[in-house]
């Protein structure tokens, strides 16, 4: 059998495969099954420009197949310089890439003229999964490099990756398959055509009715704003200041924390806009209280982690594991932190800019901005951590991608030299590389040397939370004064390639062994198991402004998708249909007074009830099909409100693109085309007046103040 699709060809003979392009055979291999089989087929058809191979296995009836793979390796000229994305690493012999890392489903492998893309067929899989499915690059041997997707059982190990699991296997038919696309290797990144064609296959069709989001945002927020106050909220009203906000629960004592994750500020942005909108006046009043506690931090250049108010002081971070604060170590917590100064510093600037003017923080952030500044390493990174005593530079974490949350501070402060060496830096160092390294890739939960490596994938451990402060900071420096015109169109050239493999981590399907609707959420690392982190709202905002830089649809819509995703881990009873293990509360560290000493794959049966309105921080975080931990209310349900009301602040509950006529849902509805106009559905069953935001792109104007009710047509030409 040969089957074409444009300049690519499959050949199969019996159950062997010979994959080529443009004449010259690129992948040679087959169906392989373990341990035997009585019948096995391959079938290939061309669906537009891809190629669809599936696999039928009939086992022997007394003998289990435990694995069937469509087995390559890559015979091409020019292996020894293959470059290779899979979404997850296999560092031990045994280990394979589980569907559960399948957030974004795709494999890729190319050389200096061809690209191959491998992507497993959801759809199928969704229907017909007698075992788990995985994905398998093995760069060992740089002579024979194998790619490979199949049926494979395999259980989490460590912290996480997947062992094979030969013991485990099945009598029932097997079928499976995937889409093989081949293109030129140029001009566009490996990382950046992996992410077009897994939107294009898998994400695009099922972003209209994804269903994530069961209420509108405010009321999504109310809820976790309520739940909050009743248990996790301290005012305090002693002294000269009222000051307060959300706690999380330390060693025993409680913190107000202003960290990367934990950061009681841009909760406080989110309650205070709602409270605005709505004209809630205790809302905005306990938001001020938070930012006067920000005010409250000890004068000077740098800024701290934690409030403890058992102790009535503030603390920094250790520089070798993140959960020191737990204990409270006067010797370990004497750092301050790059990440957490500068992500508290972004949002004092969101306050000044979105809530209402507080001189103070601007002043803080550029005093900020000086000091990192004169601290600059002559590689145009900066430094992660601080001795709290002499200022002086630690030793960990020097000249890595985390540099790149210093950039928006850097341009608050005016500090263009910085920030053009800075971004020098992560395009030199950092981009091209894939190293995108912070404190969360070694140092969380899943803990590593910081000279890690997996022999097989040769791809970096990396972290989602540094691709994006890095994406983040190229924008905003493509679109300043600093640097020159070429460098600036190189950053911003850089910029999409790392937004681009950020998107690589966004949930573009629900599985089928995960019980809940996990579609536009994200994950954190390729060494861990979280699906739908609270991280995922803060990169809705970024998609949604990078959509605004490069006009590119695919952004806004992942953006849109990422907002949504947000709540659905939410306890509410709204959620019964988006997640059933949870919307009744199930965590396994709730109450908070409970031991962090819990397993993984606890069922939601064997786990507390979570109060109704928060919200779990990850699903999936151990490999299983079950929840994750309470970590606290601004890693969670306050991260989802914050984002949200910043997003409908900015672009309404509609947004119009004028220039492009594109007309786009964000606050639980969708715009459906309908001739020359948008019927505006409703999602969540709530009809009501919805904003619409316009985006004049030939004037550079817009008009925020035009209301219309669901179920209404729009024509973008006469907003």
């Known amino acids: 059998m040969l089957v074409r699709a444009g300049d690519t060809e499959v050949e199969i003979a019996g159950t062997e495969i010979a994959v080529g392009w443009r004449g010259s055979v690129v992948l040679r291999g087959g169906l392989r099954v373990a341990p035997c089989c009585r019948a096995a087929q391959v079938s290939a058809r061309a669906v537009g420009d891809v190629i669809r191979l599936e696999a039928l296995v009939e086992p022997e009836p007394t003998a289990a197949v435990t694995s069937a793979w469509l087995d390559f390796s890559w015979v091409a000229h020019g292996a020894p310089d293959l470059r290779a994305w899979v979404p997850h690493l296999r560092p031990a012999a045994d280990d394979v890439i589980a569907d559960h890392a399948f957030r974004s489903p795709v494999a890729a492998v190319e050389n200096e003229a061809v690209r191959v893309m491998l992507l497993p067929d959801v759809d199928l899989l969704t229907s017909a999964r007698a075992l788990p499915a995985a994905l398998d690059l093995d760069c060992a041997d740089r002579a024979a490099p194998r790619l490979a997707y199949g049926l494979c059982a395999s259980r989490p190990h460590g912290h996480t990756y997947f062992h094979r699991e030969p013991g485990a296997g099945t009598l029932e038919r097997l079928r499976f398959a995937l889409h093989i696309a081949l293109e030129p290797a140029a001009p566009e990144s490996l990382i950046a055509s992996a992410a077009r064609w897994v939107?294009?296959?898998?994400?695009?069709?099922?972003?209209?009715?994804?269903?994530?989001?069961?209420?509108?945002?405010?009321?999504?927020?109310?809820?976790?704003?309520?739940?909050a106050f009743r248990d996790e909220w301290i005012d305090l009203r002693g002294g000269i200041l009222q000051t307060g906000g959300p706690i999380h629960y330390v060693g025993g004592g409680t913190a107000t924390f202003f960290q990367a994750w934990f950061n009681a500020l841009r909760s406080a942005i989110g309650l205070a806009l709602l409270g605005k909108r709505l004209g809630h006046t205790e809302y905005l009043a306990r938001a001020r209280r938070v930012a006067a506690l920000a005010d409250a931090m000890p004068p000077g250049a740098l800024l701290p982690t934690f409030y403890d108010h058992e102790q009535r002081r503030w603390w920094g971070v250790?520089?070798?594991?993140?959960?020191?604060?737990?204990?409270?170590?006067?010797?370990?917590?004497?750092?301050?932190?790059?990440?957490?100064?500068?992500?508290?510093?972004?949002?004092?600037?969101?306050?000044?800019?979105?809530?209402?003017?507080?001189?103070?923080?601007?002043?803080?952030?550029?005093?900020?901005?000086?000091?990192?500044?004169?601290?600059?390493?002559?590689?145009?990174?900066?430094?992660?951590?601080?001795?709290?005593?002499?200022?002086?530079?630690?030793?960990?974490?020097?000249?890595?991608?985390?540099?790149?949350?210093?950039?928006?501070?850097?341009?608050?402060?005016?500090?263009?030299?910085?920030?053009?060496?800075?971004?020098?830096?992560?395009?030199?160092?950092?981009?091209?590389?894939?190293?995108?390294?912070?404190?969360?890739?070694?140092?969380?939960?899943?803990?590593?040397?910081?000279?890690?490596?997996?022999?097989?994938?040769?791809?970096?451990?990396?972290?989602?939370?540094?691709?994006?402060?890095?994406?983040?900071?190229?924008?905003?420096?493509?679109?300043?004064?600093?640097?020159?015109?070429?460098?600036?169109?190189?950053?911003?050239?850089?910029?999409?390639?790392?937004?681009?493999?950020?998107?690589?981590?966004q949930q573009v399907w629900e599985p089928p062994f995960l019980s809940y609707r996990a579609f536009g959420g994200f994950g954190v690392m390729n060494t861990d198991g979280e699906?739908?982190?609270?991280?995922?709202?803060?990169f809705g905002l970024l998609l949604i402004d990078a959509y605004r830089v490069f006009a590119e649809p695919e952004y806004l819509a992942?953006?849109?998708?990422?907002?949504?995703?947000?709540?659905?881990?939410?306890?509410?009873?709204?959620?019964?249909?988006?997640?059933?293990?949870?919307?009744?509360?199930?965590?396994?560290?709730?109450?908070?007074?409970?031991?962090?000493?819990?397993?993984?794959?606890?069922?939601?049966?064997?786990?507390?009830?979570?109060?109704?309105?928060?919200?779990?921080?990850?699903?999936?975080?151990?490999?299983?099909?079950?929840?994750?931990?309470?970590?606290?209310?601004?890693?969670?349900?306050g991260s989802a409100a914050a984002c949200a009301m910043i997003a409908t602040e900015r672009c309404g509950d509609v947004f119009i693109d004028q220039a492009s006529g594109r007309v786009v849902g964000i606050d639980g509805v969708?715009?459906?085309?309908?001739?020359?106009?948008?019927?505006?559905?409703?999602?969540?069953?709530?009809?009501?007046?919805?904003?619409?935001?316009?985006?004049?792109?030939?004037?550079?104007?817009?008009?925020?103040?035009?209301?219309?009710q669901t179920g209404a047509r729009v024509r973008p030409g006469t907003c």
């Open 531 to 538: 699906w739908s982190d609270a991280r995922q709202a803060l």
């Open 199 to 227: 939107w294009r296959l898998v994400g695009a069709p099922r972003a209209p009715r994804a269903r994530t989001q069961a209420l509108p945002f405010a009321a999504h927020a109310i809820a976790a704003y309520e739940a």
């Open 318 to 505: 250790g520089d070798d594991l993140i959960f020191a604060w737990m204990m409270r170590d006067r010797d370990a917590l004497r750092f301050y932190h790059l990440p957490d100064m500068c992500e508290t510093a972004k949002w004092m600037l969101a306050w000044n800019g979105l809530v209402e003017p507080r001189p103070s923080f601007v002043a803080r952030v550029r005093q900020l901005a000086r000091f990192l500044a004169s601290v600059q390493a002559d590689d145009g990174s900066i430094p992660s951590y601080f001795d709290q005593r002499t200022l002086q530079p630690g030793p960990r974490l020097r000249s890595v991608a985390q540099a790149a949350v210093a950039g928006p501070i850097l341009l608050a402060g005016n500090e263009s030299g910085a920030v053009a060496r800075l971004a020098d830096f992560l395009c030199r160092e950092v981009v091209p590389t894939g190293r995108y390294f912070d404190y969360e890739t070694f140092l969380s939960c899943s803990y590593k040397s910081f000279d890690f490596s997996d022999p097989h994938t040769r791809i970096p451990p990396q972290n989602t939370l540094s691709m994006a402060w890095t994406a983040e900071c190229l924008l905003k420096a493509g679109h300043s004064a600093a640097g020159t015109p070429d460098q600036r169109a190189a950053w911003l050239t850089a910029a999409r390639r790392a937004l681009d493999q950020l998107c690589l981590y």
């Open 558 to 637: 992942r953006g849109v998708a990422a907002l949504r995703a947000a709540f659905a881990l939410q306890a509410i009873p709204e959620n019964r249909n988006i997640c059933p293990t949870i919307y009744d509360g199930a965590c396994p560290n709730w109450p908070r007074t409970a031991s962090w000493d819990f397993r993984w794959d606890r069922s939601p049966s064997e786990m507390q009830k979570l109060p109704a309105g928060k919200s779990v921080e990850n699903y999936g975080h151990g490999g299983y099909d079950s929840p994750g931990v309470r970590s606290g209310f601004d890693w969670g349900e």
């Open 670 to 708: 969708n715009a459906v085309a309908e001739g020359d106009a948008f019927r505006i559905e409703d999602l969540v069953g709530r009809s009501r007046d919805l904003r619409l935001h316009v985006d004049d792109g030939a004037s550079g104007t817009s008009r925020r103040d035009q209301y219309v």
